[in-house]
Structures are given as C-alpha cells and as structure tokens.
C-alpha cells in the first residue's frame, strides 16, 4: 500500500490513484511515491529501482519521484492520471525485463538492445511506449476513480 503521509506531504488521492493503476496494469512491485530529489528543467516525475545485490532473489522495489509542487496540490486531475500510468508503465518495463539501464544511466537495455541515454526523451523507445500506454489506459483508469 502507498504512504498517504510523506515527507511533509499528504497525498490520499495520489496514493488512492496510484494503488488503482498498479492493480490495472498488474504491476505486483512494491512502489513508494517520494518528492522529486532533484529537479530539472523538463522533469516532473521519475521512477527509480531498487534491489539488493546482497538478496537477489528479493523482489525490486521502486520508488516514483514527484514534483513536489504536484504533491502539494494533491488532485486526481487529467495531467496526474496520465502522470502515473506512464510512471507505472516504465515499473512495469522493468519487472518484464524489456527496461535495464546501468547504475550510471548511460546505457539503456531495452528489449535486448543496448541503446545510449544521450537519444532525446521523446525517442526512446520506452517513453514513446509508455505515452502509449497513457493514451490506452486514460478513459479506463479516469472510469475507476
């Protein structure tokens, strides 16, 4: 289950939104919703993964970071609805093994191929996917909540 109380922040719509999508997107990993660490001048959000070298049978876990201005205002709103499933999705990437990158974030695997971070956002392979999947999943998600 997703913290309603983070960091400063109370979020029961995102956390309540996001549990929504992980069930419809059968994501099973555990996921936590943090504040953006460390902001860019186009990031608004982020997924990063964690798994334990010392326990490679355990699970990965992940966390999605948030703006925090978005936190603050906590709303079920189009943006944020989209927000999450994409998130989600590249969670889902990577428990499918279709999405690697190194510790570094300079190579990305996607789906057996090795491709470099320097190709633009809106190119890679998995972010065109996971818009994609915003686009299937929006009317479906928006009924449920």
């Excluded at 990993?29 to 334990?52: C, F, G, H, M, W």
Aim: proline share 5%; glycine share 2%; with cysteine.
């Amino acid at each position: 289950m997703i913290e309603k109380y983070i960091q400063g922040y109370y979020i029961p719509n995102i956390s309540r939104l996001a549990e929504v999508i992980l069930k419809e997107l059968d994501v099973s990993a555990e996921v936590d919703i943090q504040p953006l660490k460390i902001k860019t001048s186009n990031a608004i959000s982020y997924v990063e993964r964690y798994a334990s070298k010392y326990t490679p049978s355990e699970k990965a876990k992940y966390t999605i970071f948030i703006d925090t201005e978005i936190l603050k205002v906590d709303e079920l709103s189009d943006p944020m609805i989209n927000l999450l499933i994409h998130e989600i999705w590249h969670i889902r990437q990577m428990e499918c093994g279709w999405l690697r990158a190194n510790t570094e974030y300079t190579v990305a695997v996607w789906k057996g191929v090795h491709l470099p971070m320097t190709i633009p956002h809106d190119k890679r392979p998995w972010e065109i996917e996971a818009r994609m999947m915003e686009e299937k999943y929006f009317s479906h998600i928006k009924e449920l909540i």
